[in-house]
C-alpha cells in the first residue's frame, strides 16, 4: 500500500457526533480498525452539523480516524426531489475528492445514502479502485416494499439494473443476517463474496435498570402484567 494515504477509506452519509444507528457502528468499526494501527479515513455528510451544536469542521482526526465532511445542498427530507437532490450533490462532491484527492487501499461504502455504493462502482471503472459494501439496507428493495416506487415502473426497473451493476463488481459485501444475505444472493451477488456481520451492541451500553427507571413498563401499560 505504499504512497496510498488510507489503507481503508469509508463512505456514508452519517459519522460521529451524529447519534444514528448508522453512524455509531461505522465509528466503532473505523476506530477500533485505527486502534489495530490501520490508516482509516472517513468522508461523510454534514447533515449532523445543528444537532451538534453548530458547524463541524470539514475535515479533522478524531481517535487516530480522519474525517472528512462533505457540505451538500439542505433541501430538507420532505420533498423527494429534494432529497433526490441532496443525495446527487453528495454523490458527486465524493466522486470528486476521490478522484482529486483522496486515495486508498480499499473504498467501503455503506447504504445511506440509498446507492452510494454508485460511487465505488465508478471509481472501479474510472481509475480501477477496488470497493466493498457494508450493506445495512436494501435500495430500492426498501422503497418498494414501502411503496415509495413501483417496482414495474421503468425508472424502478432501472434502478435495480443499476443496483445489480453495484452488487455484483463489488470486491466483497457484508450482509446483516441470513434474511439479507439471501436476498443478495438474488440479486446475483455471489456467495463466496458474501460475509456476514451481524449488528453489535457495546456491552457497556447494556445493563440491568430498576422496575421504576424503567419508562418502558410504563410506556407498555405493563406494570400491572409483570412482576
Request: glycine share 8%; proline share 4%.
Amino acid at each position: 500500500m505504499k504512497g496510498l494515504k488510507y489503507e481503508v477509506l469509508f463512505v456514508a452519509l452519517r459519522y460521529y457526533p451524529s447519534t444514528r444507528a448508522t453512524a455509531q457502528h461505522l465509528t466503532d468499526l473505523a476506530e477500533g480498525l485505527a486502534r489495530r494501527g490501520y490508516q482509516i479515513g472517513v468522508v461523510c455528510g454534514s447533515e449532523d452539523d445543528v444537532s451538534a451544536g453548530g458547524e463541524l469542521p470539514r475535515s479533522e482526526i478524531i481517535n487516530k480516524v480522519h474525517v472528512y465532511r462533505v457540505r451538500t445542498t439542505t433541501f430538507g427530507r420532505t420533498s423527494t426531489i429534494g432529497r433526490s437532490i441532496n443525495t446527487l450533490v453528495f454523490y458527486g462532491k465524493v466522486l470528486f475528492l476521490l478522484w482529486t484527492k483522496l486515495k486508498c487501499g480499499l473504498l467501503i461504502t455503506l447504504t445511506a445514502p440509498p446507492m452510494i455504493s454508485l460511487v465505488g462502482a465508478l471509481s472501479k471503472k474510472g481509475w480501477g479502485q477496488d470497493y466493498a459494501i457494508w450493506s445495512l439496507d436494501l435500495h430500492p428493495d426498501a422503497e418498494f416494499a414501502t411503496g415509495m416506487l413501483n417496482p414495474a415502473h421503468r425508472l424502478s426497473r432501472w434502478f435495480s439494473r443499476i443496483d445489480q451493476f453495484i452488487l455484483r463488481n463489488a470486491f466483497f459485501v457484508v450482509d446483516l443476517g441470513r434474511c439479507m444475505r439471501s436476498r443478495l444472493l438474488e440479486k446475483g451477488v455471489a456467495g463466496e463474496l458474501l460475509y456476514t456481520i451481524p449488528i453489535w451492541n457495546k456491552a457497556s451500553d447494556i445493563f440491568p435498570i430498576g422496575r421504576d427507571e424503567n419508562v418502558l413498563v410504563e410506556g407498555l401499560n405493563l406494570r400491572d402484567r409483570i412482576s
